[in-house]
T-cell receptor, first 115, second 110 residues
Framework: EPEVTQTPSHQVTQMGQEVILRCVPISNHLYFYWYRQILGQKVEFLVSFYNNEISEKSEIFDDQFSVERPDGSNFTLKIRSTKLEDSAMYFC?????????????FGEGSRLTVL | QKEVEQNSGPLSVPEGAIASLNCTYSDRGSQSFFWYRQYSGKSPELIMFIYSNGDKEDGRFTAQLNKASQYVSLLIRDSQPSDSATYLCAVNINTDKLIFGTGTRLQVFP
């Protein structure tokens, strides 16, 4: 069964460092997302991406965040200068027809720990 | 004002019983409604989605939607210990994102 894959599974970084989280969405999907979940809290929307551009972003997704689809398969989330409060599980997700039309397929997540 | 609200639980039910999970939402423009299950340390996985008022059944699961009262519920019949997880309600308000509630932790004891 096709799946969304994410790397790394766990990354530890120092405050102020840049981090890139990588995702390979399901191959025929057209809509891509990043969500995050701080330990013990709810799953929060960060950004949606369609047709090679951001379609929607949350207040969390400020100037230190960026997303990119550098080739036909990868979808990356970059955090330029990490803060302690960026420590969370980051989930990539993809879907064929948009968030409201059916299943969002989530990857297993990348746990980011900022020291 | 919270957009999607759920009781955090835990909701404890004996094996074989019906588990009832509830969710309310604040935006009347909400279009589609989803129930995800999340095991500890894992990613969310979809159980069901519902768009129209009424009930929708899939195996042991039934989703119920009442747009006038702005709530959506999930019933799990014949609950099993393997159903023990956090159940996330998510809502789409005709935008390209899902808004999740905080989740209800379900414990099914043998």
């Amino acid at each position: 069964e096709p799946e969304v894959t994410q790397t790394p599974s766990h990354q530890v970084t120092q405050m102020g460092q840049e981090v890139i989280l990588r995702c390979v969405p399901i191959s025929n999907h057209l809509y891509f997302y990043w969500y995050r979940q701080i330990l013990g809290q709810k799953v929060e929307f960060l950004v949606s991406f369609y047709n090679n551009e951001i379609s929607e972003k949350s207040e969390i997704f400020d100037d230190q965040f960026s997303v990119e689809r550098p080739d036909g398969s990868n979808f990356t989330l970059k955090i330029r200068s990490t803060k302690l409060e960026d420590s969370a599980m980051y989930f990539c997700a993809s879907t064929l027809g948009g968030a409201g039309t059916g299943e969002l397929f989530f990857g297993e997540g990348s746990r980011l720990t900022v020291l | 004002q919270k957009e999607v609200e759920q009781n955090s639980g835990p909701l404890s039910v004996p094996e074989g019983a019906i588990a009832s999970l509830n969710c309310t939402y604040s935006d009347r423009g909400s279009q589609s409604f989803f129930w995800y299950r999340q095991y500890s340390g894992k990613s969310p996985e979809l159980i069901m989605f519902i768009y129209s008022n009424g009930d929708k059944e899939d195996g042991r699961f039934t989703a119920q939607l009442n747009k006038a009262s702005q709530y959506v519920s999930l019933l799990i019949r014949d609950s099993q210990p393997s159903d023990s997880a956090t159940y996330l309600c998510a809502v789409n308000i005709n935008t390209d994102k899902l808004i999740f509630g905080t989740g209800t932790r379900l414990q099914v004891f043998p």
